[in-house]
T-cell receptor
């Protein structure tokens, strides 16, 4: 499968614990995005990487959230001290870059905070 | 701020009928408008997109229209089939350095056989 890959698919954690999700974009896609989707809503933008540089973060991204893309390939999204309100589907998407904006999504990581 | 409104929230049609979903965007600098189909528990899949220099685009049974003056764009599905049943999301992007997508709230389309 050469699409965007996310792991794990599901994560249940206790409130206050830290969690980390991984995204492997489509090979040679320079741009990588994280979105959050809650039930009945469209995906909401969280953050964006151009290669290894994190170029934009949404105001939705509190200081408990951190994302990295150390080598410009895979990316991780960490949530510290999880809260019940963090329960959502976390989606990763990638695209080739400027001039070719089509974004392709992964299957997402569903986080449940209990 | 940036906002995309989408209507209707639910749409039920008979198999073979047409379905139309409408979106309005607030950011006049938006220039890229994709549509995604999301089946239950699956990833959003890009089904068609349009750029601001084009007024209409078709791909088999799917078409998208764009009215930049009114800041409206619409998805048209003809000859609907049960497998078209899903949630459809419109989105808008101003392109450029980020290309981040601002999504609508989705339309649950049910095609009755």
């Amino acid at each position: 499968d050469t699409g965007v890959s996310q792991n794990p698919r599901h994560k249940i954690t206790k409130r206050g614990q830290n969690v980390t999700f991984r995204c492997d974009p489509i090979s040679e896609h320079n741009r990588l995005y994280w979105y959050r989707q809650t039930l009945g809503q469209g995906p909401e933008f969280l953050t964006y990487f151009q290669n290894e540089a994190q170029l934009e973060k949404s105001r939705l991204l509190s200081d408990r959230f951190s994302a990295e893309r150390p080598k410009g390939s895979f990316s991780t999204l960490e949530i510290q001290r999880t809260e019940q309100g963090d329960s959502a589907m976390y989606l990763c998407a990638s695209s080739v870059g400027q001039g070719n904006p089509e974004a392709f999504f992964g299957q997402g990581t569903r986080l449940t905070v209990v | 701020g940036e906002n995309v409104e989408q209507h209707p929230s639910t749409l039920s049609v008979q198999e073979g009928d047409s379905a139309v979903i409408k979106c309005t965007y607030s950011d006049s600098a938006s220039n890229y408008f994709p549509w995604y189909k999301q089946e239950l528990g699956k990833r959003p899949q890009l089904i068609i997109d349009i750029r601001s220099n084009v007024g209409e685009k078709k791909d088999q049974r799917i078409a998208v229209t764009l009215n930049k003056t009114a800041k409206h764009f619409s998805l048209h599905i003809t000859e609907t089939q049960p497998e078209d049943s899903a949630v459809y999301f419109c989105a808008a992007s101003r392109g450029g350095a980020t290309n981040k997508l601002i999504f609508g709230t989705g339309t649950l389309l049910a095609v009755q056989p």
